[in-house]
């Protein structure tokens, strides 16, 4: 089975521009979760989605938004990007977003730098 | 609200030497607890979890952490470490009405040398 899928690996945008970023979940998986990865923050909690609707969102401001498709794809999207914006965005999709546990899978992240 | 402290931020050591890399939480509510590795330039790969059940758990890699729920700790340890688990490694835990949403510890650097 093919893992996590990611695009692009790695973007270079300026300040004011919007990105958005895809992922691709391993096949069946229908809940996806968003990671902010930062040296000074670490790893922080952007969103979850599950059959198309957001389940859980972390304290992020609203320039950060998703989507999910019927097909478990999603994409996030950040709005008037600032140079604080520059991390590595990760994504990890489970089988199923009920409970509080369901194993995820993180796929190798898209390297975003903010110029 | 739940929270993770990584109490090493890095941790070398040389190679076939033991090492534990400590993890304590915080949380009004049971939680599931999690070691995860990430090498350069990669995502992150799930080492071991604990669930409910056996206090030790092992994972891949020769890997194991023990939860103790009166210490609230779930340290993460190996007995022969080698070059190859030179990574980051994080403590993880979700739980409560948290879904399944990860809050993570800031990291801990292994480096192992020769």
């Known amino acids: 089975k093919a893992g996590v899928t990611q695009t692009p690996r790695y973007l270079i945008k300026t300040r004011g521009q919007q990105v958005t970023l895809s992922c691709s979940p391993i096949s069946g998986h229908r809940s996806v979760s968003w990671y902010q990865q930062t040296p000074g923050q670490g790893l922080q909690f952007l969103f979850e989605y599950f059959s198309e609707t957001q389940r859980n969102k972390g304290n992020f401001p609203g320039r950060f938004s998703g989507r999910q498709f019927s097909n478990s794809r999603s994409e996030m999207n950040v709005s008037t990007l600032e140079l604080g914006d520059s991390a590595l965005y990760l994504c990890?999709?489970?089988?199923?977003?009920?409970?509080?546990?369901?194993?995820?899978?993180f796929g190798p992240g898209t390297r975003l730098t903010v110029l | 609200a739940q929270s993770v402290t990584q109490l090493d931020s890095q941790v070398p050591v040389f190679e076939e030497a033991p090492v534990e890399l400590r993890c304590n939480y915080s949380?009004?509510?049971?939680?599931?607890l999690f070691w995860y590795v990430q090498y350069p330039n990669q995502g992150l790969q799930l080492l071991l979890k604990y669930l409910s059940g056996s206090t030790l758990v092992k994972g891949i890699n020769g890997f194991e952490a023990e939860f103790n729920k009166s210490q609230t700790s779930f340290h993460l340890r190996k007995p022969s470490v080698h070059i190859s688990d030179t990574a980051e490694y994080f403590c993880a835990v979700s739980g409560g009405n948290q879904g399944g949403k990860l809050i993570f510890g800031q990291g801990t650097e292994l480096s192992v040398k020769p």
């Open positions: 949380s009004s509510v049971s939680v599931y």
């Open positions: 990890a999709s489970s089988l199923e977003g009920t409970g509080a546990y369901n194993e995820q899978f």
